[in-house]
Nanobody
Framework: QVQLVESGGGLVQPGGSLRLSCAAS????????MGWYRQAPGKQRELVAA???????NYADSVKGRFTISRNNAKNTVYLQMNSLKPEDTAVYYC??????????????WGQGTQVTVSS
């Protein structure tokens, strides 16, 4: 089993910044992909930013130039630096990872979510 633990959400004013962290632990042989999704009230969950299996990054058009995803492979941790935050960034942010376990079987995992609220 794999656990994803997120931290760093909160309330911030428009134009402000937040940094989210997600640490993966448990039965991990390798991490294929890891990244962030978000879900606003009444909307579908959407990709924010993620590392692909090739190590490249994908960003939603709405966050390009404002958000930056980074990672520490030694700690199985991914970060999301969010700058120039807008009210429309308000959502629950979820960490997601596709992990290869020691049994060489893959599985997709989600964190519990962390609330980000952008409001004056």
């Amino acid at each position: 089993q794999v656990q994803l633990v997120e931290s760093g959400g909160g309330l911030v004013q428009p134009g402000g910044s937040l940094r989210l962290s997600c640490a993966a632990s448990g039965n991990i042989f390798s991490i294929f992909t890891m990244g962030w999704y978000r879900q606003a009230p009444g909307k579908q969950r959407e990709l924010v930013a993620a590392f692909t299996s090739r190590g490249t990054t994908n960003y939603a058009d709405s966050v390009k130039g404002r958000f930056t995803i980074s990672r520490n492979n030694a700690k199985n941790t991914v970060y999301l630096q969010m700058n120039s935050l807008k009210p429309e960034d308000t959502a629950v942010y979820y960490c997601n990872a596709e992990v290869i376990g020691s049994n060489l079987l893959s599985g997709e995992y989600w964190g519990q979510g962390t609330q980000v609220t952008v409001s004056s």
